[in-house]
């Protein structure tokens, strides 16, 4: 049975993918004490396929940004239950980084970000405010437009 938070996802539509293996020499997360590393993941859909690819501001458009940042974060909490076994062991979404695959003159990534963000906060409610940082970087995995990592403090 789901728990409260995979539900209150599951109301909105989402449900988690089978969480990826790492493609290189890394774990997908790592539990020191209470919190919980979770590497970056970038934007696959459940079918494995890149929901954006290429550079945000030359091609790959912000609302387009914001849904594959919204992809990676799904893909964070896939992991954190492949971690936990529970979403409901989440006391709080400590910190997101983000890095957004963008052109020179690309000012928007934190624009971008918020559908992560604002992802977090849908699934654990005022838990689910953090820390971040958002980077404009030259390129990414796969050409994926965003990629998002995380750190969570858990029961």
Do not use: W
């Not at 938070?5 to 293996?21: D, H, M, R, W, Y």
């Not at 590497?39 to 030359?58: D, M, P, R, T, Y």
């Not at 919204?70 to 989440?90: E, F, H, R, T, Y």
């Not at 654990?124 to 990629?147: C, I, N």
Request: glycine share 12%.
């Amino acid at each position: 049975m789901a728990g409260t938070v995979e539900q209150k996802l599951a109301s909105q539509g989402i449900t988690l993918p089978e969480p990826t293996s790492p493609v290189a020499n890394y774990v997908p997360f790592v539990r020191s004490g209470n919190l919980l590393f979770v590497s970056g993941q970038v934007c696959f859909n459940a079918e494995g396929k890149l929901i954006a690819k290429g550079k945000l501001g030359a091609g790959v458009t912000l609302e387009q940004g914001v849904a594959a940042a919204q992809g990676c974060a799904i893909n964070l909490l896939a992991q954190i239950k492949a971690a936990l076994g529970d979403l409901d062991k989440v006391v709080r979404v400590v910190r997101l980084g983000g890095f957004i695959n963008s052109a020179p003159d690309f000012f928007d990534g934190p624009k971008v970000l918020n559908g992560a963000s604002d992802l977090m906060v849908a699934a654990f409610g005022d838990k689910g405010r953090h820390a971040r940082t958002t980077v404009g970087v030259a390129s990414l995995p796969a050409d994926a437009a965003v990629e998002v990592e995380g750190v969570f403090e858990v029961a």
